[in-house]
């Protein structure tokens, strides 16, 4: 008696090319639902690092007139926000915020720090205020500085206006 070989039923390893089309087209369905709120969070950090990036730069202001016991000044030119020293207008800091972000001053040609920390609007009268936003962004950001030389930050829905 002679038994019969029959071969092992071989177990499948892999996936099919069906398989695979299905897993990239859920994949896909599902980008496409998360992308709008991927570009509302986009525009939303952006208005935040051009407003922490500027309020840096109104402490730097502020502190260098201090420390060097002469007013400095912030200003803006487009995009491009600089600190100097009124006297002299030596260049101490620059920044560059984005083209996405809009940046409105409350009054123009920027503020001065004078010997003791104290900010004067170079046009206007206290507090001088930033207003950021966006396109596509959810918030606003205010930057706000008081006569003392304090430098506030606050975040408001779209919309709203800083005061």
Not at 76 to 101: N, P
Not at 111 to 128: E, N, Q, R
Request: charge should be positive.
């Amino acid at each position: 008696m002679s038994k019969a070989i029959h071969p092992r039923p071989r177990a499948s390893q892999g996936f099919t090319l069906i398989e695979a089309m299905v897993v990239v087209a859920l994949v896909a369905i599902l980008a496409a639902l998360a992308a709008p709120s991927f570009t509302t969070t986009i525009a939303n950090q952006r208005v935040s690092s051009a407003a922490q990036e500027l309020q840096t730069l109104l402490l730097f202001a502020r502190a260098e007139a201090v420390y060097r016991r002469t007013p400095t000044a912030v200003t803006a030119t487009g995009q491009k926000w600089e600190a100097k020293v009124v006297t002299g207008g030596q260049l101490l800091r620059e920044i560059v915020a984005s083209d996405a972000v809009t940046i409105t001053p409350g009054s123009d040609n920027g503020v001065v720090f004078d010997v003791m920390g104290a900010a004067t609007p170079a046009s206007g009268s206290a507090p001088y205020l930033l207003t950021f936003s966006a396109t596509q962004a959810s918030r606003v950001q205010c930057v706000r500085v008081t006569g003392a030389g304090l430098v506030r930050q606050e975040k408001l829905a779209a919309g709203q206006t800083c005061s």
